[in-house]
């Protein structure tokens, strides 16, 4: 069993920026890849990012690619989401997840575990 707990979330002006921090209480977190997943009222969970057990491959939504970069510190059991040039439609509450999966993917239905989310609002 992986727990994950985000934190990091908060109100941004539009432009500004955030860093999400997922901390990991797995002893074996080296070996999940790991994603980021966003959900804004009224819309369906939609990935955002997600990154290998090594943290030598990265992906991202189209949406967020050039402002946003998933990293892991493997040595701390935390997964980060660097969120720059933040927009309105940004605005969703955010949440990390685990995957017993070899490799991470874009679909929730792929992960096994996730965090509670952390709100994330972006003013105009």
């Not at 993917?105 to 096994?112: L, Q, T």
Request: include cysteine; aromatic fraction near 12%.
């Amino acid at each position: 069993q992986v727990q994950l707990v985000e934190s990091g979330g908060g109100l941004v002006q539009a432009g500004g920026s955030l860093r999400l921090s997922c901390a990991a209480s797995a002893r074996t977190f080296s070996s999940y890849p790991m994603g980021w997943f966003r959900q804004a009222p009224g819309k369906e969970r939609e990935f955002v990012a997600a990154i290998s057990r090594s943290g030598g491959n990265t992906y991202y939504a189209d949406s967020v690619k050039g402002r946003f970069t998933i990293s892991r510190d493997n040595a701390k059991n935390t997964v980060y989401l660097q969120m720059n040039s933040l927009k309105p439609e940004d605005t969703a509450v955010y949440y990390c997840a685990a995957t017993r999966r070899v490799s991470s993917s874009s679909s929730p239905g792929s992960y096994d575990y996730w965090g509670q989310g952390t709100q994330v609002t972006v003013s105009s």
